[in-house]
């Protein structure tokens, strides 16, 4: 008799930092972490933002490698940089058209797709979906449209028709459960949940609706255990369960592009030799040749404004292992140790990226505050011991790992396995 075929299903808790999961809050979370292995020193990526942390977790590799730099980032188009909204649908496409490809690395779509391919469901921003696979090698459900193998649309009862909200992720997860857990046709399946992330972003931290967020993303996935449950007959499945950052609390707001236009800077910002992609705690600053110097020369000005807490140029903002060919500082804004309406501490600036009125007073991430920078991360599987991986551990990490369980060589990545 054969023994059953190896598989990996990977849940991601969007924006549920470590430090929530509890038996009071998330009892199913809590005696994971408590019963299997967990990464206890576990980080996220820089910036701290769901469409990089796709990218990072597609590929094992950080945002230097992949080429997907921000929630916001930056291409040169006709010699004008130019700060893109990565999350749009079409920026696959655009960034295709100007660079010539998607990541520059392959992901574990691609590297799956002949050891029986991988399949995505998604509540997040088309781009955080998308990237997960951004050239069809496999299968990814989103609302904005669903596409199977070679970018064939899914439509009618094929595609995810979910709404954008808790009640989208039960109904995914619904349809993750009936649908995906019980095929054989997949080597790895992801459910990418919205929250508590989307709670965050329109309510306070500690707040009714964030701990109601919290209950239903921990019965969720404790719906996902139950159905792998029941099948484990069938199937040798490792279930990955972790999330891509946290979250911290915005207090204030300011707009970086506006502040360099004031410092002399303005022409050089309408021209498109200097951009600022926001990525919500933080900013990515890109900058053309001929602009660098005028723009290292306000550094030390900006150092001293109230909302920059650190700034990364050089060697320390490769050491984040963020690199770009016009990417020349990164912003992380200032953290305060001020608690919130309800008693949670840290609060910080929020970089305004003129798409909308920042919502004061909830959540956000995307810089290296200490909450946003801790997601949570655990195995189940009887070849992973429970305790404490004996290392840092990184969201580049985990490919490594899921490959290395079905068997796939993972070489190129920045990321390697983890174990006990």
Known sequence: MNPPR??????????????????????????????????????????????????????????????????????????????????????????????GRTLRVPTMAERLAPHGGQIAYSNVSPGAAYFLDPDHFGTVLHRAGSFGPGGVSLTGDAHLDVTHDLDGDIEMTRRFCDEVVPADGFGLAILWLANP????????????????????????VAQVIAAVEAHADRFDTLLVVGSDHGHETIARSVHV???????????????????????????????????????????PAMARQPWAGSILTGDALAATGLTGETLFAAVDTTRHDEPNEFGVPGTRW??????????????????????????FLAFIHPDFAPGEAGRATSLVDIAPTVLGFLGIRAEGMDGTPIST
């Open 6 to 99: 190896r598989r990996a299903i990977l849940i991601i808790c969007d924006g549920l930092g470590a430090e929530w999961i509890s038996e009071a809050r998330t009892p199913t979370l809590a005696r994971l972490m408590a019963n299997h292995l967990r990464a206890g020193d576990h980080r996220a990526v820089f910036p701290s933002v769901t469409r990089v942390s796709a990218a990072s977790i597609a590929t094992g590799c950080f945002p230097g490698r992949h080429g997907l730099e921000g929630n916001q980032m930056a291409l040169v188009e006709d010699g004008r940089i130019v700060v893109h909204n990565v999350g749009a649908p079409s920026f696959r496409e655009t960034m295709r058209r100007v660079t």
């Open 197 to 220: 992330d989307l709670t965050l972003h329109h309510d306070p931290l500690g707040s009714p609706q964030h701990l109601h967020a919290l209950e239903v993303t921990d019965r969720l």
């Open 257 to 299: 592009g506006q502040w360099l236009a004031t410092q002399g800077l303005e022409a050089d910002l309408k021209a498109g030799r200097i951009g600022v992609a926001s990525q919500g705690t933080s900013a990515l600053i890109y900058a053309a040749a001929g602009t660098r110097r005028a723009l290292a020369d306000l550094l």
């Open 350 to 375: 929020l970089v305004e990226d003129g798409e909308g009125t920042p919502d004061i007073g909830c959540g956000h991430h995307g810089g290296l505050g200490p909450s946003e920078t801790r997601p």
